[in-house]
């Protein structure tokens, strides 16, 4: 075996490094909630390496707010040790290996905004961990339990480790069944968010235990019309597949300005206009040649409400996320 270490039954020399781009994650767009994630254009890159005597297990460079600010210095804002969902995540799925490792963090995403930080996270440190003991092509669905039960939810943390758009409705005691969406390449996408995340347990703390059974129906009518609305790149399906009564309305009072960015974004053109996951980040779908200037329109109306807001246009990660040997 000479310099290298047996793991898994393979060989993996010292001194071996892997990294990782995971994609960001929109969720819900409106009645898809706590089923439907679609991968966007912001990244959560990750290199692991052997760990330095002394060293931490994780070390981030990246801005809470995104886009990235890296720099030379660790982030004081990336979640400690014992809240981290990346190791967590990098933990469980590497076992006791995970001590040797060191995982360097560069983030794009801004988090507790509901742009998926969690999920990608936790897509990063499951496929990270099979890669850390050899095995850089693992069983994805074999993966998609663990980080459902780790992330809370299945939205985000199914798209980034599919990439794509994806529809994941967990079933007790068996694996979870994913469905893949095709998304139509003439869609464009923008993203706005304020400086303030808004916390998931927060969001979801507003959200009513009834609902009238006729908005109930009315959401589960919508679905459809958002799926076939994303396939075919119809501007009327995805403006009626993604109106929602079940967890919009309860929310944008959490979220300043964000009623009337909707509002600025669908005057700037586009066909459809959500929070994008819990919040507090914003997404809206239009015709690619106009997603700049929706990204300004909400950004600037966040801005207005809030003092500090961020706009910008983003592509679809259709590809899933592979871990490449550096
Ligand atoms: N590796 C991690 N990356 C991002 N957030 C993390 C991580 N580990 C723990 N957290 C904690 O998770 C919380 C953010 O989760 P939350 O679900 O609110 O945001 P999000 O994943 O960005 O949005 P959403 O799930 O709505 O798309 C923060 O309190 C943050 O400290
Ligand atoms: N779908 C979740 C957020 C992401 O897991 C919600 O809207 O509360």
């Excluded at 005597?53 to 979640?79: L, R, T």
Aim: hydrophobic residues 40%; proline residues 10%.
């Amino acid at each position: 075996m000479g310099d290298g270490q047996e793991i898994d039954g393979r060989a993996r020399p010292r001194g071996d490094r892997f990294r990782l781009a995971v994609p960001c994650s929109t969720s819900n767009l409106g009645p898809g909630f706590d089923q439907l994630g679609l991968c966007l254009s912001l990244f959560l890159h990750v290199e692991v390496g052997p760990r330095p005597a002394g060293q931490p297990q994780v070390v981030a460079h990246s801005s809470p707010s995104g886009p990235s600010s890296s720099g030379p210095e660790p982030s004081p804002d990336w979640p400690e040790p014992g809240r981290d969902l990346l190791l967590r995540a990098f933990e469980r799925s590497a076992g006791p290996r995970a001590q040797e490792a060191q995982l360097i963090v560069d983030s794009e995403i801004p988090i507790g905004r509901g742009l998926g930080s969690t999920g990608a996270a936790v897509a990063a440190g499951l496929l990270l961990g099979r890669a850390w003991c050899g095995e850089l092509e693992p069983d994805r669905r074999g993966l998609l339990n663990a980080g459902i039960e780790l992330e809370g939810h299945p939205d985000n943390v199914t798209a980034s480790l599919f990439g794509g758009c994806t529809v994941c409705v967990p079933i007790a005691g068996e694996p979870a069944p994913l469905i893949q969406v095709d998304v139509h390449p003439d869609l464009g996408f923008a993203a706005a968010w304020p400086r303030e995340p808004l916390a998931t347990a927060r969001a979801r703390a507003v959200l009513p235990d009834r609902v009238p059974f006729a908005d109930a129906v009315e959401n589960a009518r919508r679905v459809p019309l958002l799926l076939e609305g994303l396939r075919t790149g119809n501007p009327a399906l995805l403006r009626h597949g993604t109106s929602d009564l079940l967890h919009e309305p309860y929310r944008l009072g959490l979220l300043p300005g964000a009623s009337r960015a909707l509002d600025a974004a669908r005057q700037a053109g586009a066909f459809a206009a959500n929070i994008s996951g819990a919040g507090s980040a914003l997404v809206a779908i239009g015709p690619p040649a106009r997603r700049d200037e929706i990204a300004r329109a909400m950004a600037d109306e966040l801005r207005a409400a809030t003092g500090w807001a961020a706009g910008r246009p983003l592509d679809v990660v259709r590809a899933a996320p592979v871990v490449e040997r550096t």
